[in-house]
Structure formats: C-alpha cells, structure tokens
C-alpha cells in the first residue's frame, strides 16, 4: 500500500510543479504575481482578478477518503513505474477469491477454468530466458545495493543500464553477478558518487578483474555517458570514513582545486589524488591520519599516497611541517 500512496503523492506534486513552473504573466496587468486555485482549477492573476486559464486537469484521485481502509477500498491503481522491478511493477494477479465482479460465487465449470488461467499466469510471468536473467538480476540489485548503501536513484540507474546490456546481449558468458556489479559501479559514476572497483569486489565477493571486465564491456557497447571521476568526489567519502572534521575535508577539496590549475591531476588515479589531498589537509588541520590508514580506506598502495603527496607538496609550495 505504500507504493499506492506514493504514486498518489506523485501525480499531486507534477501537477503543482506543472502550475507553478508555467511562467503566467497577466495579459491585463503583466502581473506575473498569479493565485493557483487548484479546487477550482483556475488561474488568477493576484493584482488584478482576471482569471488567466480555467478547467486545468486534476490529476489527482476523483475520490476523498478519511481512513486507511477508506483508502485501500478506494484504491484502484498500482504503484509508479519502478525499472529496478523485472516488470516495472506492472503485473496482472488473478485474485484467490473466486468470486465475480458482483461478489457472486463462481460455478463449478467456470472455477476450474480460473484456476488453470491463475496457474498459466504464475508459469508465463517469468517465461523466456531474457525475463528470468532480468528477475534474478533485479533481485541481485536489490540485495547487493542496501550491502553497499545505494541510494535508491543510483539503483534506478544501474537498472536501466543493466537492461540495456541485456537487450544487446552483453550479458552472454557472463555472470548475472558481474554485470549487475558493473553497472551498480557505473550507475554510481553517472551520479558523480563513484565508488572504488575495489570496494565493490570485496563487498560482494567477485574478482576485481570479472567486475573490470563486465565495466569494459558496458563501457565499450553501450553508448553512456559516464563523466570522469574526478578526485573531489571521493573526498568527501574517505573523509567520512576516516572521521575527518568538515575542515579538514574543505581544506583537502582547496588542495585538489590548486593540484588541478597545476595540472598535476591528468593521468593520475582520482583515488590516490584524494587520498594524497587528505594526507596532507589532515596535517595541516591538525587531525592527522596515518598515510596507512588513508591508503586503506581509499584502497591504493601507501607508495601512491606518498609518491603522490610527495609531487603535491612540491609543486604546490606546501609546508607541512
Ligand atoms: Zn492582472
């Protein structure tokens, strides 16, 4: 029922959104200052009364109801489209009570035939080998996601790339595993919050060159549009992890801008780049953490972390002692 009432949510705010985003500008006055009555469906201009439309649609339910029963008797559409279910949430379930629209008792014949409809239904729901991939792969999404504390946006995303690999049959050979890895890994690029391939692998217990493999195969056939990761989105998430004060990773973020007009960034791992900046913000912030620890956390060597802070303190002129 939860799904139900969001979906009503849904279409109430799209429709406030609709009104107030349609700039109105009052063709009396030029008054852009306008009163939406939504109960009447009209749109007044608030400085001069001149109704600037009437009959906008409600997209709301026609109906009102006071209880939550009121509401699951009233209730005659399902949840919103949702990618991340194998059927977006759009199923047909054939009810057990065999009855008929008028609450009638069915007759003999007519229940037998029921049951065998509600049988074929349940068997060709998941029929061809394409829709059972995707129903344990949209599992599997779900359940590696909340291990990784994906947020569900990031999750919609994956969804949609791991459809598209399928539909280009990119999953053939390999495991449904992977792939979903691999597109939870890009989906979390495309929403500029990566996460390293390393902590992806050791979360769910694949290979880091299966994971790296499935990447490269999304990557190379599908047409996405995956921005770099760039350093600074990876600080704000080590820091975290290392129970950083929000000045040290301000400070880390300021070192990754200045390392950036230096071009000292192009070529270089964005992880080992911020775990440098954070070394070296941690120090100057007086919150020091180890090069250890901070190689840890970020998942690089702590011959990265300190060749990388070496040329940081170097070339951006940074004392840290
Ligand atoms: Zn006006």
Redesign the pocket.
């Known amino acids: 029922m939860i799904g139900l009432a969001s979906k009503q949510l849904k279409t109430r705010k799209t429709k406030e959104q609709s009104l107030s985003a349609a700039n109105y500008v009052?063709?009396?006055?030029?008054?852009t200052e306008v009163f939406i009555d939504s109960t009447r469906g009209e749109v007044i201009?608030?400085?001069?009364?001149?109704v600037?439309s009437d009959h906008s649609i409600d997209m709301g339910p026609e109906w009102r109801a006071f209880t939550a029963d009121e509401q699951n008797a009233r209730q005659r559409v399902g949840g919103p489209v949702d990618w991340t279910k194998f059927d977006q949430g759009l199923t047909t379930i054939i009810g057990r009570q065999n009855v008929d629209a008028s609450g009638r008792k069915l007759s003999s014949t007519r229940r037998a035939q029921i049951h065998r409809l509600r049988k074929w239904q349940i068997r060709t729901k998941v029929h061809s080998s394409d829709k059972r991939n995707l129903a344990v792969a949209m599992t599997e999404l779900h359940r590696i996601s909340s291990q990784l504390s994906i947020p569900y946006s990031i999750r919609e995303t994956s969804a949609v790339i791991y459809r598209k690999a399928l539909r280009k049959r990119l999953t053939r050979g390999r495991t449904i595993l992977g792939m979903i890895a691999a597109s939870l890994y890009l989906a979390c690029r495309v929403h500029t919050v990566p996460r390293p391939l390393e902590e992806i692998c050791d979360q769910i217990h694949i290979t880091r060159k299966e994971l790296s493999l499935c990447v490269r195969l999304i990557l190379r056939y599908l047409n996405l549009k995956i921005p770099h990761s760039s350093p600074v989105d990876f600080v704000h998430r080590f820091g975290t992890e290392l129970n950083l004060p929000g000045d040290a990773k301000k400070k880390a973020i300021d070192i990754l801008h200045d390392a950036k007009r230096e071009r000292l960034t192009i070529g270089k791992d964005p992880k080992g780049m911020a775990a440098a900046a954070i070394y070296v913000a941690s120090i100057l912030t007086g919150s020091r953490r180890t090069q250890l620890e901070i190689a840890k956390t970020a998942r690089v060597t702590e011959v990265t972390v300190r060749n990388r802070y070496k040329e940081m303190v170097e070339k951006l002129n940074i004392s840290t002692t």
């Open positions: 009052c063709s009396a006055c030029s008054s201009c608030s400085n001069c009364g001149l600037l």
